[in-house]
């Protein structure tokens, strides 16, 4: 069965500091997607990346940047020099081959970031 | 903005009561998806329909239904309703479904729903 974990319930930080969100997955499929979703205070969930799981290369866009690593199941997302608008409430997210009709969420992890 | 549209933004009902969420997806989108949204519960997947049919079922109450028209907008009916019922009701879309379903889900603004 698929799972998402997000051990990090919440997470405060100053402004311009470096955060890390962690997100570990499970599946018995080889092939599967994992994406990470922002839901900022307004509550509209927005889409941020997705990755196959054929794809361990790590991407970077603008101050975002995920490692995704399938040794330890593994997608991590990095915030470099955070600001007060990464204030957040970040999800995981995982579909595998034999069930893309579903995606399912971990429990999201609530950022702070104070000025 | 999305391009998903959710109504009604805001919903006050009672115990007992049966309601009706609408969700129209992105033009051109085949799949729409029903999530709930509760503070215990985090975010539950429901429901997937794609182009009319019922592709996928979630954690979904017999008392909830739902279905997706040939115009592609979609209801989702929430019926004897609960106060643990009370969560806020996402509706996404993404233009492909079943197998080939790789694609982001375009969530709409959600529906609160709230039970007295």
């Known amino acids: 069965a698929q799972k998402v974990t997000q051990a990090q319930t919440e997470i405060s930080v100053v402004e311009k500091e470096d955060v890390t969100l962690d997100c570990v997955y499970e599946?018995?499929?080889?092939?599967?997607?994992l994406f990470w979703y922002k839901q900022p205070p307004s509550g509209e969930l927005v889409f941020l990346i997705r990755?196959?799981?054929?794809?361990?290369q790590n991407e970077i866009s603008g101050r975002y940047s995920w490692n995704f690593q399938k040794s330890t199941s593994s997608f991590n997302f990095t915030i470099t020099a955070s600001q007060v608008v990464d204030s957040a409430v970040y999800f995981c997210?995982?579909?595998?081959?034999?069930?893309?009709?579903?995606?399912?969420f971990g429990p999201g992890t609530s950022l702070s970031v104070i000025p | 903005d999305s391009g998903v549209t959710q109504t009604p933004k805001h919903l006050i009902t009672a115990t007992g009561q049966r309601v009706t969420l609408r969700c129209s997806p992105r033009?051109?989108?085949?799949?729409v998806y029903w999530y709930q949204q509760s503070l215990d519960q985090g975010l539950q997947f429901l429901i997937h329909?794609?182009?009319?049919?019922?592709?996928a079922k979630g954690n979904i109450l017999e008392r909830f239904s739902a279905q997706q028209f040939p115009d592609l907008h979609s209801e989702l009916n929430l019926s004897s309703l609960e106060l643990g019922d009370s969560a806020l009701y996402f509706c996404?879309?993404?233009?492909?479904?079943?197998?080939?379903?790789?694609?982001?889900?375009?969530f709409g603004e959600g529906s609160r729903l709230t039970v007295l």
């Open positions: 990755r196959n799981s054929f794809d361990e």
């Open positions: 033009s051109g989108d085949l799949s």
């Open positions: 997210a995982l579909s595998e081959e034999t069930s893309y009709d579903k995606v399912i």
């Open positions: 329909y794609y182009n009319g049919e019922e592709r």
């Open positions: 996404a879309s993404t233009p492909r479904g079943g197998e080939k379903n790789t694609g982001e889900l375009f």
């Open positions: 599946t018995r499929d080889t092939t599967y997607y």
